[in-house]
């Protein structure tokens, strides 16, 4: 097997058992998307519809459809960088952006406020700046698979801001 096809330092990995990996990944971040969609939508009716939108608000369709696939992605950027010998320190900060990302649904609408919001929003956009940078010393496929959640994460920030800026009560 080649070195891509490693697991942790324990040397080649079944097949079967680093697809359950891969799913392990995948799964965690819909786990954790998933529970923050749960005091997202109810809010959605009852706060934010309600609220101004800055200019290049998405309709909130668009939401789930991109969050989707973000967390395949995430989920895959992950798994590649499991694979590789001395993996560790590179996902600590990816679990770090997956704890922010979590965090960021119950501060902006379980609180209905666009300023935890950012006090959620900002470490996140860090700690993927950070995971990119981390991944691509252990494997540029996988800092590249990440690209997608930095701009899609610099756009929800530029939304939270604005959120912020248009509902200051």
Not at 54 to 64: A, E, H, K
Not at 83 to 102: E, I, S, Y
Not at 125 to 145: E, K, M
């Amino acid at each position: 097997m080649s070195e891509h096809n490693r697991g942790p330092s324990t040397g080649p990995t079944p097949r079967w058992a680093s697809a359950l990996v891969l799913v392990g990944f995948i799964g965690l971040c819909f786990i954790a998307g998933g529970i923050a969609g749960a005091v997202t939508d109810p809010n959605i009716d009852v706060w934010y519809d309600k609220l101004a939108r800055p200019p290049l608000t998405p309709p909130n369709w668009v939401f789930p459809v991109v969050w989707s696939a973000q967390y395949v992605l995430i989920g895959i950027a992950a798994w590649v960088v499991w694979r590789q010998p001395d993996h560790r320190p590179a996902l600590r900060p990816w679990f770090a952006a997956l704890v922010f990302n979590f965090l960021w649904s119950p501060a902006f609408f379980g609180l209905h406020s666009p300023g935890l919001g950012l006090v959620a929003i900002v470490p996140l956009l860090a700690t993927i700046l950070w995971t990119i940078v981390a991944f691509a010393r252990v494997r540029p496929l996988a800092a590249w698979l990440m690209v997608p959640y930095l701009i899609w994460g610099s756009y929800a920030t530029y939304l939270n801001i604005g959120f912020f800026y248009l509902n200051p009560s």
